[in-house]
């Protein structure tokens, strides 16, 4: 599915990855975890294709594409999806013009004509259901005035909808009491299947008892300092970074 | 010293003066503001609020108006040749009157007699004669009881005509506004070359929300003669208006026109007045809005500019009396060569009134779109809360926008919150847009949609609201994939 290699990136000129690897698979999940300013965001933004995010050495290879190639529209319809940390409001294009246009996006890229309306209204609703999201939503301006937790759930609802093969969520969880961690995991698990990948990066462990990962991957100093299975997150809650930052240096 | 160009306006203006009709304007008036011009002259670029305005061309304009009645070329005389379906849409609720070439047209228009409202044209004579007897007292549409229609419409015209010498605006004026009345100066060409208008007077505690369209027509090009649209509005204790003033060209669309609007809102009162500018692509298009409110008065103004190839609009608003609220919302969108220059002043003279001035403005191609927004408030102004934000962007590398707030403030007690952006999309808006797949030539557009839709939206006329949308979409290059939203 995706496969980074010796990736380095540079914001405004400051180094951020330095050589991170990592592969993942078909139908995995893994969690990207680690101290603040280790390059988490940057790794989401970098396969993002986020302006500003200079690409000084390594490749990305995604289904077989050069993915650092891709403008970010492209990406989006090779099926890549990012999850953003702070979405961004914008006040004048409303939620379901948004959803819409960026279905027929993606249904455009695969050949598809474009979605038919009301089967669209349908299957808005059905997923805003299973965010716990209230139809008064739809005809308001993309993430304007929602809480912290109303934006983290619009984002996945917009993953639901576009169902991509590759989902990177920044940092779903931040933000969220527990109820809407419930929410937005139980929306992440629905689209867990054989054929998606997630990648999540996170601070936290208690995301992880929500959404299992297969992998957990902790980064220091933009790369990857040791990878292991979800017991490794039990054992960061534990005892920190700092044995691993200490094992790095 | 009189410029070249106010004495050609003086001569062409001795050339038409007998033949203008002195009920719309008496002759005084008329000499004295000519008399005004010859000594101010008009604006130049040197001139610290007109220095964004296109004044150009000026040079190549003929002032005066098409001959009344003649019915040769175009101008009123062509106004047969026009069609309901030539006009934008009607707007249900809204009774529409039409002026071509700044003479009503009534055959264009659909006047509803309401209780409380009279609406008159300025003009008397065989025009709005022939209205009276076409339409039966169409040119004046009244409620009984209320200012007399068709028949005594001649004597009310003449009535109300000489009482405006007297205007509300003018008499406001005190010593020390010299620069506001050089501001003005625009209107003073209007007074000299007026031919008609309309005047709009609501009694006290009349309530009409759903009430009064205006539809001024040019049709005429700027070197055969110009168009002057002029509307005198009163507004007594208590009443409620809804008025909606257009502006379009048919034809070549190669006009001049200098409005002139005149608004006085009494205690109390309230107006919702919506403007759309749509002239024609090579229109030269000038504007003076002058609005005095009293105790309590609340003015609701939306300005929308879209088309010319050269606008400017000057808004003057006195608050001149205690807790008067004025909010005043500009939208302006320049393409190709286009300037839209908008210059709106807004002074406190009585304690505890409240202003809020938006403005959002886009500017693409090789456009200048500019918006000057001062606030005034003058000394015994105390309590004044007033703000001010004003947006500009730029949508291309040739494109320019100037965004400036001014603030003279002469009291202590004040509260002003002004903000003045200008700049380019977002960038985080726009990558947020991408990576859900949106194209980087949607996401643009989309946004700068967004962008204006912050005024846009405040436009509570359903139907005014989706024709204005259609046209800015249409401005936009983006009919079809911005229809949608509409």
Redesign the interface.
């Known amino acids: 599915m995706l496969k980074i290699d010796n990736l380095h990136v540079s914001v405004d000129g400051k180094k951020i990855l330095n050589g991170l690897s990592l592969e993942v698979n078909k139908g995995a999940v893994h969690a990207i975890m680690g101290p603040n300013g280790s390059g988490k965001s940057t790794l989401a933004y970098a396969l993002a294709g986020r302006p500003g995010y200079e690409i000084t050495g390594g490749k990305v290879i995604f289904e077989g594409k050069d993915l650092l190639a891709m403008a970010p529209e492209e990406r989006a319809h090779e099926g890549m999806f990012l999850g953003f940390q702070y979405p961004v409001e914008i006040p004048g294009v409303n939620n379901v013009y948004l959803l819409k246009a960026a279905v027929n996006a993606a249904r455009k890229h695969r050949g598809l004509p474009e979605v038919d309306a009301f089967e669209f209204l349908t299957l808005v609703r059905e997923k805003m259901k299973v965010m716990h999201m209230e139809e008064s939503f739809l005809s308001r301006g993309v993430n304007e005035g929602f809480s912290g937790g109303e934006k983290k759930r619009n984002e996945i609802l917009q993953m639901l909808m576009l169902e991509p093969r590759l989902a990177i969520l920044d940092e779903t969880d931040s933000g969220l009491d527990i109820d809407a961690l419930k929410v937005v995991a139980n929306g992440v698990n629905t689209l867990r299947s054989p054929e998606r990948s997630i990648v999540l990066v996170t601070h936290y462990q208690r995301l992880l008892d929500y959404i299992v990962p297969d992998f957990v991957h902790v980064l220091v100093r933009g790369r990857i300092a040791r990878s292991g299975d979800k017991t490794l997150a039990l054992e960061l809650e534990r005892r920190g970074y700092d044995w691993i930052i200490e094992e790095a240096a | 010293m009189a410029s070249a160009l106010a004495t050609r306006i003086a001569a062409e203006h001795a050339a038409a003066a007998a033949s203008l009709p002195t009920e719309v304007v008496s002759r005084e008036r008329r000499r004295s503001a000519i008399e005004t011009l010859a000594t101010e002259g008009l604006p130049t670029s040197r001139d610290e609020n007109w220095k964004y305005a296109n004044l150009r061309p000026l040079e190549k304009v003929r002032f005066a108006p098409p001959a009344i009645g003649v019915p040769a070329g175009p101008g009123p005389g062509a106004q047969p040749s026009l069609k309901v379906a030539d006009l934008p849409a009607g707007i249900e609720g809204y009774a529409r009157y039409t002026f071509v070439d700044g003479v009503f047209a009534p055959a264009l228009s659909t006047p509803v007699p309401r209780a409380g409202i009279a609406v008159t044209t300025l003009r008397a004579g065989p025009v709005a004669e022939a209205a009276g007897s076409r339409s039966g007292g169409a040119a004046a549409a009244s409620a009984p009881g209320s200012r007399a229609p068709s028949s005594a419409g001649t004597d009310a015209a003449h009535a109300s005509a000489s009482a405006r010498a007297g205007s509300p605006v003018l008499s406001s004026i005190r010593p020390g506004d010299a620069q506001r009345l050089k501001d003005a100066r625009f209107a003073l060409l209007n007074d000299a070359f007026a031919t008609d208008g309309a005047s709009i007077r609501v009694s006290a505690g009349t309530d009409c929300p759903t009430c009064i369209e205006l539809v001024f027509v040019a049709t005429v090009e700027s070197q055969t003669a110009s168009s002057y649209p002029r509307v005198e509005l009163h507004i007594e204790q208590d009443a409620r208006l809804g008025l909606i003033e257009r502006h379009v060209s048919i034809g070549s669309g190669a006009n001049f026109v200098n409005a002139s609007v005149k608004v006085d809102i009494g205690r109390g009162a309230t107006v919702n007045h919506y403007r759309v500018q749509e002239s024609g692509a090579k229109a030269v298009w000038f504007d003076t809005l002058s609005a005095v409110l009293a105790q309590d008065a609340s003015y609701k103004l939306h300005g929308v500019n879209v088309g010319g190839l050269s606008s400017r609009s000057t808004i003057n608003v006195l608050l001149a009396g205690e807790r008067a609220d004025a909010a005043v919302s500009v939208a302006s969108l320049g393409d190709r060569q286009q300037i839209q220059d908008a210059f709106v002043r807004v002074e406190h003279l009585a304690p505890r009134a409240k202003s809020v001035q938006t403005f959002r403005g886009i500017s693409a191609g090789r456009a200048r779109v500019a918006f000057n927004g001062m606030i005034v408030v003058r000394e015994g102004a105390q309590g004044t809360d007033s703000q001010q934000s004003l947006r500009g962007l730029l949508a291309g590398p040739e494109a320019e926008i100037d965004v400036r707030p001014q603030l003279q403030i002469d009291t202590d007690d004040v509260r002003c919150a002004h903000g003045a952006t200008a700049g380019k999309l977002?960038?985080?808006?726009l990558?947020?847009?991408?990576?859900?797949?949106?194209?980087?030539a949607?996401?643009q557009r989309?946004?700068k949609?967004?962008?204006?839709?912050?005024v846009v939206?405040r436009i509570e006329v359903p139907e005014l609201r989706r024709q204005i949308e259609r046209s800015l979409a249409g401005q936009m290059q983006e009919a079809a994939e911005l229809q949608?939203?509409l």
């Open positions: 977002d960038e985080d808006m990558f947020y847009l991408l990576s859900r797949g949106i194209d980087a949607t996401a989309l946004l949609w967004a962008f204006l839709e912050d939206a949608e939203l």
